[in-house]
């Protein structure tokens, strides 16, 4: 499968929990997207690396959220100190350049 | 103002209809413009790219008006299958890539 991947494709965690997610893009593409959709809302963009370099991170983006991208192959996103509000589908995409972007299946997180 | 502002619909249409969306965009510096399906509980995958000249696939008409910062999806022949959440998207420059929150559509029998 050369599509992007996400793991775990699930996540239940208690309140306070840290959590990790990976992402792995198509290995040719140079761009890569997190975004965040609750339900009946469109993907909330959260923050983009082009190669291993961070971009930009939305303002929406609490400090408890980070991002990497070592090596400008897979990433990770990890929140820290999980609170109900961050209940959501977590979506990973990735794009040549500025061309169409390519999502996986993604994260969903219930923090209970 | 959001960036790329949709009708939320949702459109309820029979089989066979020709049903239109419109999408707005307050970023002139958008360069880039797609439209994406969206089926429930599942990723976004890319349905058409949107050309200044228009393009069309099958069914599927997309157009950009620049001067008035809107894209448009055409769908034509509508089929029960067709029944999902549409999302459009602007690329500001190759950077941010911004989604609208979605137009619902259900196609009745």
């Known amino acids: 499968d050369t599509g992007v991947s996400q793991d775990p494709r699930h996540k239940i965690t208690k309140r306070g929990q840290n959590v990790t997610f990976r992402c792995d893009p198509i290995?040719?593409?140079?761009?890569l997207y997190w975004y965040r959709q609750t339900l009946g809302q469109g993907p909330e963009f959260l923050t983009y690396?082009?190669?291993?370099?961070?971009?930009?991170k939305s303002r929406l983006l609490s400090d408890r959220f980070s991002a990497e991208r070592p090596k400008g192959s897979f990433s990770t996103l990890e929140i820290q100190r999980t609170e109900q509000g961050d209940s959501a589908m977590y979506l990973c995409?990735?794009?040549?350049?500025?061309?169409?972007?390519?999502f996986g299946q993604g994260t969903r997180l219930t923090v209970v | 103002r959001k960036e790329v502002e949709q009708d939320p619909g949702p459109f309820n249409v029979p089989e066979g209809a020709t049903v239109a969306f419109n999408c707005t965009y307050s970023?002139?510096?958008?360069?880039?413009f797609f439209w994406y399906r969206q089926d429930c509980r599942k990723e976004p995958k890319l349905l058409m790219s949107?050309?200044?000249s228009g393009n069309e696939d099958g069914r599927f008409t997309a157009q950009l008006n620049r001067a008035s910062q809107y894209i448009s999806l055409l769908i034509r022949d509508s089929k029960l299958s067709d029944s999902a959440t549409y999302l459009c998207?602007?690329?500001?420059?190759?950077?941010?890539?911004?989604f609208g929150a979605g137009t619902r559509l259900f196609v009745k029998a």
């Open positions: 290995s040719e593409h140079n761009r």
């Open positions: 970023n002139s510096a958008s360069q880039s």
């Open positions: 690396f082009q190669n291993e370099a961070q971009l930009e």
């Open positions: 998207v602007g690329n500001t420059g190759g950077f941010k890539t911004i």
């Open positions: 949107v050309y200044s």
């Open positions: 995409a990735s794009s040549l350049r500025d061309r169409e972007a390519f």
